[in-house]
C-alpha cells in the first residue's frame, strides 16, 4: 500500500475523532461522571454530588483477576533456551505492562502495545491507547495492520507530533494545525524518518471484546442512576434538618424568639400550640430501589459483590462458582490477550533473529495465565500427586500460583535433587 500525506491525514481524522468519542470513558475510569455537569441543582437547597466509582472498581478487579498472576510461557517443543530468552528479556518489564495494557483495553473498549529497541539496545514495550494511537487495517479476516500512528507531545514543548510506522519505517512529522482536534485541518510537517527491524507495523492492537466497545459502556447509564438518587437521598436528609417551628394561636416577637433559643423555655397562652414541620421521607423505597440498581449493575458488569456476607470458611471452588459469570468474561478476554503477547513474541524473536542470529518460532510458545484467586494448596497438591504419571512435571508446576516460571522451577528443582544424590552417594573405603 502505498503511504501518502493524503492517507495518513484521513487516519488523524479518525484518530481525533475517535480520542473525542473515547475520552467519556477515561473520565467516568477518573471518577468524572455526568452528574458533576447535569445535576439539577435547586436554590438555596442542599446540592451535594455523590460519585460511586463502579468503573474504577470492575476494571481494576477485572484485570487484577486475570493478570494479578504473572503470565508464564511454556515451550510446546520442550526448549529451555527459548524460555530462559523470553524470562531474561522481558520479565523485568511485562508484568505491569500487562496488567496496563489490558486496563486501557478495558476503559475504552482497545490498546495498543507499541514494540520497539530502547536507548540500550534491549527489546521493550509501550501502552497506548485510541486518545494518542490509531491502526490501519486491511479489511480481511486477518485484520492485517498496514499502518500506525502515535500522537504525543514532550514535555516543555508546544509542538505536537506524529510518527507513522510502517512495515519498514518510521516517519516523524510536526503537527502543524488542528492538533488541538479543533474544527481546522491539521497539516503535516515532516522531520525525518528511520527503519526499524521488524518487518510488520510494530503497533499491536489488543481489543476488550470483539466489538472493540468499553467493558462498562452499557451500564453508564444505571451508573447515572445510582449517583442520582444516592444525591437525591443525601440531600433529601440534609434539608430535613431545616425543621421549621410552628406556632398556632400565638403570636411572638423576634426578640421573644431570641430569648427563647437562649433560654431553652418558650411560653404560649392558653389555647397556643407549639409543634416541629418536618419532612417524612420513605426510605424503605428509597432503598429497594438503590439495593435494586446495584444488583443490576453488579449482575450486568458479570461481578460479585464481596461486600455481601459471606461465610469465613468458603472454600476455593465454592468461589469459584459464584465467580462463573466473571469467569466466562474474563476467559474472552484471556483469548485476545493471548494472541496480543503471541504477536509481541513474534516481533521479540525477530529482534533476537537481528540480534542473535537464532531463530524461534512464536507458534511454539503456550501461555498460560492463573486466575488470581484463594487457592486451596492442599487439594491441588492432591490432584498434583494424583497426576505424576499422567501429565509433565513442568505443566503440573504450572498449576500452582506461587510459581511464576514452571521450567525455571523444574531445573531448579532437578539440580536440587542432583545435588542431595551427590552428598548421599557412598564413598567406597580405602584399603
Known sequence: ??????????????????ALTKQKYLDYYNGNHAILKDYAMQ?????????????????????????????????????DTVIHKIDLHTNHWDKEHNINLRKQSEIFGESYELNYVDSDGQF?????????????????????????????????????????????????????????????????KYIDKHNHIFGRVPLISCPANTERKSGFQDVIS???????????????????????????????????????????????PAGGKVSWLT????????????????????????QVNFNENWASNTSSLALRNKLLNLENRVAMREAFMEKTIKQRLRNFFTYL??????????????????????????????????????????????????????????????AEQQRLTDMTEVVPNAE
Do not use: W
Not at 159 to 187: A, F, M, Q, R
Not at 231 to 242: F, K, M, P, T, Y
Open 279 to 302: 419532612k417524612e421521607i420513605n426510605d424503605s423505597f428509597v432503598k429497594n430501589e438503590l439495593d435494586n440498581i446495584e444488583r443490576k449493575i453488579f449482575d450486568m458488569m458479570d
Open 1 to 18: 500500500m502505498q503511504i501518502t500525506e493524503s492517507i495518513i491525514l484521513e487516519c488523524l481524522n479518525e484518530l481525533n475523532q475517535a
Open 353 to 414: 533473529l537481528k540480534k542473535e542470529g537464532v531463530q524461534y518460532d512464536y507458534r511454539d510458545i503456550a501461555v498460560k495465565f492463573t486466575r488470581n484467586l484463594p487457592t486451596d494448596l492442599t487439594g491441588l497438591a492432591d490432584i498434583i500427586v494424583k497426576l505424576q504419571q499422567v501429565v509433565s512435571q513442568e505443566s503440573l508446576l504450572s498449576l500452582l500460583p506461587f510459581v511464576e516460571n514452571p521450567k525455571l522451577e523444574l531445573n531448579k528443582f532437578k
Open 124 to 188: 521493550s514495550a509501550m501502552v497506548l491507547t485510541p486518545l494518542n494511537a490509531y491502526v490501519l487495517e486491511d479489511g480481511t479476516a486477518d485484520r492485517n495492520v498496514l499502518l500506525g500512528l502515535h500522537k504525543f507531545t514532550r514535555r516543555f514543548d508546544d509542538k505536537v507530533y506524529l510518527d507513522i510506522y510502517t512495515g519498514n519505517e518510521i516517519l516523524h512529522y510536526e503537527i502543524v494545525n488542528g492538533s488541538d482536534n479543533h474544527s481546522k485541518s491539521p497539516e503535516l
Open 222 to 268: 444505571l451508573f447515572d442512576a445510582y449517583n442520582a438518587l444516592n444525591s437525591d437521598l443525601v440531600n433529601e436528609i440534609a434539608d430535613h434538618r431545616n425543621a421549621y417551628l410552628v406556632i398556632e394561636n400565638a403570636k411572638l416577637e423576634a426578640e421573644d424568639l431570641l430569648n427563647m433559643k437562649k433560654m431553652g423555655i418558650i411560653q404560649v
Open 43 to 79: 436554590e438555596s437547597r442542599s446540592n451535594r454530588k455523590l460519585i460511586f466509582n463502579f468503573p474504577r472498581k470492575f476494571v481494576d478487579n477485572e484485570v487484577g483477576y486475570l493478570l494479578g498472576k504473572p503470565v508464564n510461557y511454556v515451550s510446546k517443543s520442550d526448549n
